[in-house]
């Protein structure tokens, strides 16, 4: 069992800036990837970004060039840097577990509005 625990969300006005944390209940270097994926209202969750094990990233063409992934190992914590932030960047954010071992494994989401 794994738990994910989000924050960082919140009010923000266009064009500024976020980071969005993710902390593991364990070591994440044990883990194939984790990544963030969002929900707007209305909308199904869609992938944001993605990170291995090894490092690896991937960005959605949503966030490309404003977006970015890292984490720390050391503090078990996955990160999502937005920046440029505009009204379409509104959602739900949940951080994912990506490891067969650890199906279906989500945080609870932290909510990101971001005002016109």
């Known amino acids: 069992q794994v738990q994910l625990v989000e924050s960082g969300g919140g009010l923000v006005q266009a064009g500024g800036s976020l980071r969005l944390s993710c902390a593991a209940s364990?070591?994440?270097?044990?883990?194939?990837?984790m990544a963030w994926y969002r929900q707007a209202p209305g909308n199904p969750r869609e992938l944001v970004a993605t990170?291995?094990?090894?490092?690896?990233?991937y960005i959605a063409d949503s966030g490309k060039g404003r977006f970015s992934i890292s984490k720390d190992n050391a503090k078990n914590t996955v990160y999502l840097q937005m920046n440029s932030l505009n009204a379409e960047d509104t959602a739900v954010y949940y951080c994912?577990?990506?490891?067969?071992?650890?199906?279906?494994?989500w945080g609870q989401g932290t909510q990101v509005t971001v005002s016109s």
């Open positions: 990170i291995t094990n090894d490092g690896k990233t």
């Open positions: 994912k577990l990506i490891d067969g071992r650890y199906p279906d494994t």
């Open positions: 364990r070591n994440i270097f044990d883990f194939g990837a």
